[in-house]
C-alpha cells in the first residue's frame, strides 16, 4: 500500500543537525514524507536541528524509526521500494526510473550506510561526478534526487512559484 505522499525521504542515521533540518525543510516545501532512522549523531531537539529546520519541521510528517530494522519492518509493511543514494552506485539516478511511494534513502554524512542498508536497497544510486572529487553534500544530494524523481513522475506539488514578499533565493 502506498502512501498518498509521492516519496519518503530516509535519513541514516544521521551526523550533522543542520544537514537533518535542511533535508526536513526540502521535504515540508515538497510535500515530502520523511523517515528517520536512528540512532542520530546528535539529539533531535538539537537546537541547530531546529534552527535549520525553522517553522518547517511543522510541515512534514516524520516517522522516526529507533533501528534500522524497526525501519526494514515499517518499509515492508508499507510495500515500499528503497533507492539508496551512495558513491558506490551502480545506477545514474538520472538513469533510474522512480514511481511513487519509492523511498529515497541517505546515509550518514560520515560514513554512508553499512553494507546491510546497500543490500536491502532496490536499487543503489549515484550522482555523476567530476573525476578526483568525492561528494556532494548530503542535502544537496538529496535535492538534486528528490527534483528528479517528482519531475519524472509530475509530483511536484501545485502551488505558487513566488513568495509574497518577493524572491528568496
Known amino acids: 500500500m502506498v502512501s498518498q505522499v509521492p516519496f519518503c525521504l530516509a535519513l541514516y542515521q544521521p551526523d550533522i543537525p ?15 514524507d520523511a523517515a528517520l532512522i536512528e540512532p542520530a549523531g546528535f539529539p533531535m531537539s538539537d537546537r541547530h536541528f531546529r534552527r535549520a529546520g ?12 529507533i533501528s534500522w530494522r524497526a525501519f526494514e519492518q515499517w518499509r515492508a509493511a508499507k ?15 538520472a538513469d533510474f526510473a522512480f514511481a511513487p511511494g519509492d523511498v529515497i534513502m541517505v546515509g550518514r554524512e560520515s560514513a554512508g550506510a553499512p553494507e546491510e542498508v546497500h543490500a536491502s536497497a532496490q536499487a543503489r544510486l549515484r550522482i555523476p561526478l567530476r573525476a578526483g572529487l568525492r561528494s556532494l553534500n548530503v542535502a544537496m544530494a538529496a535535492a538534486m534526487v528528490l527534483g ?3 519531475r519524472q513522475t509530475g509530483s511536484f506539488p501545485p502551488g505558487n512559484f ?3 514578499q518577493g524572491d528568496f533565493w
Open 18 to 32: 543542520q544537514n537533518a533540518g535542511a533535508m526536513l525543510r526540502l521535504c515540508a516545501c515538497l510535500g515530502i
Open 54 to 65: 525553522m517553522d518547517y519541521l511543522d510541515h512534514v510528517r516524520i516517522d522516526r524509526h
Open 79 to 93: 510495500g515500499r521500494r528503497l533507492a539508496l543514494l551512495s558513491t558506490r552506485g551502480e545506477t545514474s539516478y
Open 148 to 150: 528528479e524523481a517528482l
Open 162 to 164: 513566488v513568495h509574497p
